[in-house]
């Protein structure tokens, strides 16, 4: 059995961040990821006058209830969307005057229905270029609050952004939903916002959040399920008996993305998880299956790389938000598979993939998008001679993946 440690997770990184950069006192997250997407964040928070203090294993951040210390800010966001969408949401409280850029990738990626809603809440906001996408100004001047529609469907990161605004508005958040996706991670957005402090409550689809404020705390960051999912394909894709531990993920982890073991248990693999840790184990058989992955859309580009090796088609359903990812994720699986000699078809909202053996030399097209990095990798262990054409783009998540991965693959 190989016990592998992962880093902390991005998403709960990111959320850990704005809530103590908004909390009163100061706050210690223990073990954050530390990579572009992560420290971005942090740059920005000092960038608008947060005091943000980076030690190996902890960081420690002082909260400012009333908002951003600096009246006047330039934020470069980088690729990471949630520097992009949460960072001029939590600014929107406060009161000065904010500049938002971030990379080209992250310009083409959506922002409307967020702006949107921010507009609708008072929040004078403008666009520097194309409606909808950054670059963009903030004008702020604190949030009253009140009632807003708002369609998740794209991302719920917009949702997750709204919600964690709530606590400091004058008079609360009441935001109904009319379509959402990765619902997952909204539920990690209401357990962390409970644990610094908020009141915040579904009825239907509808989400009702008080003026509470946040309070301090010391918060320690779990490992990341979704970088956890390319061990456990690996593993999935091993002969009979090998096998991946991950501790730090285990019965109460706050990440949807966990539930991508599921699948591979649907595949064959044997899965165990306990209150500290999860197990895959192959059995040295993967079954073809049809699976809805709106909800773990992050790992759909993991189960894509791995489908060729199952005994019959692999159909992975309700997945057209991650066409609107750091690449076109759907296309750009299907364009590498091909490559790969792998027949695929795709849809809307869909990909099939039909068993095969993978052929090299192949050097896959990242399009810039540590997923399909990562993902890829996992295709590797079985098919010599895939090189990747920007392999450094996982700095976005996991900058030690390679020298990580190498090592496992070495250890199987």
């Excluded at 990471?80 to 009161?95: D, I, N, Y």
């Excluded at 083409?108 to 100004?137: C, K, M, N, S």
């Excluded at 869909?350 to 090299?360: D, F």
């Excluded at 990747?388 to 900058?399: E, I």
Aim: charged share 20%; glycine share 10%.
């Amino acid at each position: 059995m190989t016990v592998i440690d992962i880093p902390g997770s991005k998403s709960v990184t990111a959320r850990a961040l704005f809530l103590a950069a908004a909390a009163e006192g100061t706050t210690t997250l223990l073990r954050p990821l530390v990579s572009d997407d992560t420290e971005g964040f942090a740059e920005g928070l000092t960038a608008l006058g947060y005091s943000v203090r980076r030690a190996p294993e902890a960081w420690h951040i002082e909260g400012r209830p009333t908002g951003p210390g600096a009246a006047d800010a330039d934020v470069y966001c980088r690729d990471g969307a949630t520097t992009a969408r949460f960072l001029p949401t939590l600014v929107a409280a406060g009161h000065g005057t904010y500049r938002f850029d971030a990379s080209a990738q992250m310009r083409r990626r959506p922002l409307g229905p967020l702006t949107t809603a921010l507009r609708a809440l008072g929040v004078d906001l403008r666009h520097g270029g194309e409606e909808g996408h950054h670059p963009l100004d903030v004008h702020a001047h604190g949030v009253k609050g009140g009632a807003l529609t708002l369609d998740a469907g794209q991302s719920s990161q917009y949702l997750t952004a709204l919600l964690m605004l709530g606590p400091l508005t004058a008079e609360g958040l009441d935001i109904t939903v009319t379509d959402l996706v990765s619902e997952p991670y909204v539920e990690i957005t209401l357990a962390m916002m409970r644990s610094f402090g908020a009141d915040v409550r579904q009825e239907g689809r509808t989400y009702r959040v008080a003026p509470t404020g946040y309070r301090a705390r010391t918060y320690g960051i779990e490992p990341d399920a979704s970088t956890a999912g390319y061990f456990f394909a690996a593993a999935a894709l091993g002969p009979a008996g090998r096998s991946v531990t991950v501790p730090g993920l285990g019965t109460g982890a706050l990440q949807g993305d966990l539930a991508f073991v599921d699948v591979l248990r649907r595949m064959g693999a044997e899965v165990e998880i306990t209150e500290t840790a999860t197990t895959v184990r192959s059995t040295g058989t993967l079954r073809g299956l049809t699976v809805n992955m709106r909800d773990i859309s992050d790992t759909m580009p993991t189960l894509a790389a791995l489908a060729p090796f199952a005994d019959g088609p692999v159909r992975i359903e309700d997945v057209a938000n991650t066409r609107v990812k750091e690449c076109d994720r759907l296309d750009a699986c299907a364009e590498n598979l091909r490559r790969l000699g792998i027949t695929v078809h795709t849809g809307p909202d869909s990909i099939a993939i039909h068993p095969g053996t993978p052929t090299g030399p192949v050097e896959i097209a990242t399009h810039g998008d540590h997923r399909i990095v990562m993902s890829f990798a996992v295709t590797a262990l079985r098919t010599p001679g895939i090189t990747f054409d920007d392999p450094g783009c996982v700095k976005k998540t996991f900058p030690d993946f390679h020298r990580v991965f190498d090592t496992f693959a070495r250890t199987q």
